[in-house]
C-alpha cells in the first residue's frame, strides 16, 4: 500500500487478488499470517481503510485498488499496536 502521489487521503492497494472481486465500500484489514516460527509484522484484522474506486479494468490491469484510510495519516507521527495477548 502506498500513498497516492500528494494526497495521503488517497491510498493505492497494490497486488490484489483480481479473483476476490473487491467493490466500493468494503473494509480492508491486515492479514496477518505466521509460520514456521515467523509471524508477520502486524495482527490480524487491524482496520485499515475502505475501498473507494475498484473498477474492474483498474483491477485487472493495474492489480490495484484506491481505498481511504481510517487514520488521518497527513497527522500520523507515532503508532503503537497493542494486541493484548496472542498472536495465533
Known amino acids: 500500500m502506498r500513498p497516492d502521489i500528494g494526497d495521503p487521503e488517497d491510498l493505492i492497494l497494490d497486488f490484489i487478488d483480481t479473483t476476490k472481486g473487491l467493490h466500493r465500500g468494503q473494509t480492508v484489514v491486515t492479514s ?10 502486524f495482527p490480524p484484522d487491524l482496520p485499515i481503510g475502505e475501498i473507494t474506486k475498484a473498477s474492474l479494468d483498474e483491477q485487472e490491469a493495474s492489480q490495484q485498488v484506491r481505498l481511504k484510510p481510517f487514520a488521518d495519516l497527513a497527522n500520523v507521527e507515532v503508532v503503537q499496536v497493542l494486541t493484548g495477548g496472542d498472536r495465533r
Open 32 to 41: 496477518g499470517w505466521r509460520a514456521q516460527g515467523l509471524a508477520s509484522l
